[in-house]
């Protein structure tokens, strides 16, 4: 079992930053992918980067192509999301997911342990 806690979220004004984190117990994520998430009300959960188990091929839906990177550190068993550049369509709960295969991908049915979320809010 990996449990994930999200954290770093918060308001911010468009054009601003924020850097979300994704710290990982119960065993080690260093081998299998991680990817972001984030979900408005009444919308379905949506892709926003995934990254695969060393770090080396990042993914990003293109909404935030440019302005959003995804990394990790194996050692501390934690992912990070830097977003710069925020817009009000930004808004939205974040989470954080890993899947049990060191390739990383868009679908979100294929992640299997999922954070609870932390909420990101851009003020126009």
């Known amino acids: 079992q990996v449990q994930l806690v999200e954290s770093g979220g918060g308001e911010v004004q468009a054009g601003g930053s924020l850097r979300l984190s994704c710290i990982a117990s119960?065993?080690?994520?260093?081998?299998?992918?991680m990817g972001w998430f984030r979900q408005t009300p009444g919308k379905e959960r949506e892709f926003v980067a995934s990254?695969?188990?060393?770090?080396?091929?990042?993914h990003y839906a293109d909404s935030v192509k440019g302005r959003f990177t995804i990394s990790r550190d194996n050692a501390k068993n934690t992912l990070y999301l830097q977003m710069n550049s925020l817009m009000p369509e930004d808004t939205a709960l974040y989470y954080c997911?890993?899947?049990?295969?060191?390739?990383?991908?868009?679908?979100?049915?294929?992640?299997?342990?999922w954070g609870q979320g932390t909420q990101v809010t851009v003020a126009s």
């Open positions: 990254i695969n188990w060393s770090g080396s091929t990042p």
């Open positions: 119960g065993r080690t994520v260093s081998g299998v992918a």
């Open positions: 997911a890993s899947r049990e295969d060191a390739l990383a991908t868009p679908l979100t049915s294929l992640y299997k342990y």
